[in-house]
């Protein structure tokens, strides 16, 4: 099978358009002249997601699972986190529909795709329905994508509640952009509980500054009535 060329999934590839470097202006004035404590407040809500997220969705619903960047054309520790969670939802019977994300990031499979092949060698049962998103290559596509296949699949064309199924320090992000999509979203955490190792440490200063440029660009948009700009989180 051919390789697909490898896609970006690091959000700084938005910086080539305008709409979205004035966003970086400003939230970069908003840190500045808050002395970090705006961004401060962000890092204490993502921490706060991430530490309080339970394990289950409070009912029976449709799992999205968020991919990762795969590892020589296989899930590496985080992505199998997820997995390993979704299987167990399945297990406990609070799900039997799962939708995987995650398109091309390099390799000669998706993300999606490789998730299956781990759930299925993991011994997911054959009953159990698997959809596939293999077009996007970051958290918001991702949540696009699924909006598209949901309402494709609904018979009023409405989303149906869903759990937001990724890594602890990766659920304020997602949780953020799922209402901005109009997702009913239940955020479920990969891992039993908040690691404090440095690496979690590191990822959560950075999913707290992309949730600031996120919200502050969105409020700004929403301000300056730049309609083109708030499309892009809608």
Excluded: K
Excluded at 144 to 168: F, K, M, N, Y
């Amino acid at each position: 099978m051919q390789a697909h060329p490898p896609t970006s999934r690091s959000p700084w590839r938005y910086l080539r358009d305008r709409d979205v470097q004035r966003a970086a202006l400003v939230t970069l004035l908003t840190l500045v002249l808050s002395a970090g404590l705006v961004w401060l407040g962000y890092l204490v809500h993502v921490c706060r997601v991430a530490a309080r997220s339970p394990l289950q969705p409070s009912r029976r619903m449709i799992v999205l699972v968020f991919g990762r960047q795969l590892v020589r054309d296989a899930p590496g520790a985080d992505y199998r986190q997820r997995l390993r969670r979704a299987l167990a939802l399945v297990e406990q019977r609070h799900t039997d529909h799962l939708l995987l994300l995650g398109g091309y990031s390099g390799g000669t499979q998706s993300e999606a795709a490789a998730g299956e092949d781990w759930l299925r060698r993991h011994g997911l049962a054959g009953a159990v329905r698997m959809e596939l998103e293999q077009d996007s290559v970051d958290s918001l596509e991702n949540l696009r994508h699924a909006r598209q296949l949901l309402r494709i699949d609904s018979a009023t064309g409405e989303l149906p509640p869903v759990a937001l199924l990724t890594s602890r320090y990766h659920l304020a992000r997602c949780g953020m952009l799922a209402r901005r999509l109009g997702f009913d979203g239940q955020p479920v955490a990969a891992e039993s509980t908040l690691s404090l190792r440095p690496r979690t440490l590191g990822r959560l200063l950075i999913e707290a500054s992309y949730l600031m440029w996120i919200d502050v660009g969105a409020r700004w948009a929403a301000l300056t009535g730049n309609r083109r700009m708030a499309e892009r989180l809608s």
